[in-house]
């Protein structure tokens, strides 16, 4: 009887995941964002081993050419490919937002909900620490970590995933408010189950939805984060190929070598869209309504 | 309502002193003081006793928060670690530089923001509505530096219009900014203007869904009666708390800004600051950005409070 019932659980999970994604995908705008998405991830992966060029290859006959058809996308000012550099440039930030969101979603959606059921003064409490975390701009937090422990990745993971989890804090409490006063969490509290049951199994599926589309507008918004940072000098170091630091180099010969300039900046826009026009639709699949969202 | 305002008060000064703790605490627990970042990392023995003799570090941090705290209350920073200059003084021209790129910014962005929504809330789905909505979902995702550099790439570099850096000093009068500051206000107008349009657009639809709505126009109303009459006061009244959050990221978010166009306001000498590890200047822009955005959401929540007549007699019940 228990095992009948699980598997049936289990089926609908998945024709759940499948209906949202089809619904995504039926969007004229989760179709494209989807596309751009797994069209980045897909390069991002076999890009070192489909590009024409060594990315740190310097050719000092070849600086600043315009696009030909050795150099589909011209030089830079060191003669670099610059094809190859904006192909391989997006690795660097889709590794550490890859691996910064997620840990930024699991630690700050389960603090949240964690104090969205328990509440009272030490919730009180926290939501202040949480306000004034959110009051100092996020650009000064981050630089002051980076400039006293260095710009690698090992520092830009964890950081970005502390700072980026503290805002889904809110939105996970704010979630759990919603669903906590509901009937089925208080029979489960009547039924004497304890906390960490009731997260389990009461709370974290209702506010699952939330965090998912939280998660993807927190991760264009780490990419966003990531690549300003590269562009300031205090990201990704040279010569490793990042569409900011290339932004950054390119900038000041942007007169002679556009193309330098505009590469990297499609590169990088088309991913960010593409995770916003994403998030966009799976916010409207799920039925949640993303418009209120403040830029933070 | 007086009551509510206090704790409202309250609050918003509780956030800033906890802001203050952190900024203290988080430079007392990273590795490296104020005369270590002087005195270059090499700093050892004799010379860096001296030092903190000199700035008053031996001393326990309780007693140097509570002397930091009680100076920043009354505008007083201390000096700086580079150069020893009052960092009030230096503050004060970045500020209100800062200041003026932010109300120009809102100065174009609020009224465009508010128009824009309006008309592509009423004329949903049609043709006006899918190409704001689109260019509002660029403007707002695509990073300023990026955005910066194709502006400066097509306005200044190829057609010549506009200047592409600013070079006028920190203390000069507000009036010589112009016309270098108009490609910043650009770009921040830009991602404002998407942010509340959206916001604005959103709310339009869903008042105008409303049963009032459909009831006035059932009795005959005239339609530019019921948009400015019946629908607009309540639509607008979620835009103010956007149009805070926004306010206060053009006060800390323009940092990269800032430093694309070379503009001299807080944002730059920010990230000055942090290189150099100017820590007591890192201190005081941070409390200072700090409570601006308090103060910010604090007077939009208020606003909102008082325009709102269902939130007024539920606060009037309250107390």
Redesign the interface.
Known sequence: MTEITATRTENTRLQRIGAVLRDVMARPSGAIGLTLVVLHLVLAIVSPWIVPYDYKAMDSLQMLKPPSGAHWLGTDHLGRDVLTRTLMGGREALLVTGIATPIAVIWGGFVGIFFGLVGGRLDEVLM??V??????????KM???I??FGTGIEVLIPTLAFFYGIPVIRIARAATHDVVARDFVSAARARGHGRITIIRRELLPNVLDTLMVEGAMRW?WML?AF??LS??GFGVSPPTPDW?LM?ADG?GL??FA?WG??AP?VA??SL??G???TA?ALAKALGI?R??K??? | MLRMLLRRLFLGAITVWIVSVIIFAGVEVLPGDACTAFLEREAKGKLLENCREAQGLNRPAVERYIEWASGAVRGDFGVSANGQKSISELVGNRLRNSLLLAICALGVGVPLAIFLGVVTGLRRDKPVDLFFSTAAVFAMTIPEFVSATVLILVFSVWLGWLPGIVLTSAGAPASEFFPEILLPVIVLAMVMTAHILRMVRSSVIEVMAGDYIQMAILKGVPYWRIVFRHALPNALLPAINVVALTIAWLLGGVVVIEVVFNYPGLGRMMIDAISDRDLPVVQAIALIVATVYVGVNLTADLMTMFLNPRLRTHALRGS
């Open positions: 202040r620490v306000d004034a975390f959110l009051s100092l701009p996020w650009i000064l630089l002051v970590l400039v006293t264009s966003l690549s300003s562009f300031l900011g932004i900038r942007m007169s556009p300039v505009l900046v990088l826009s960010i869209i995770i916003n026009l966009d309504d418009a209120q403040a830029p933070v």
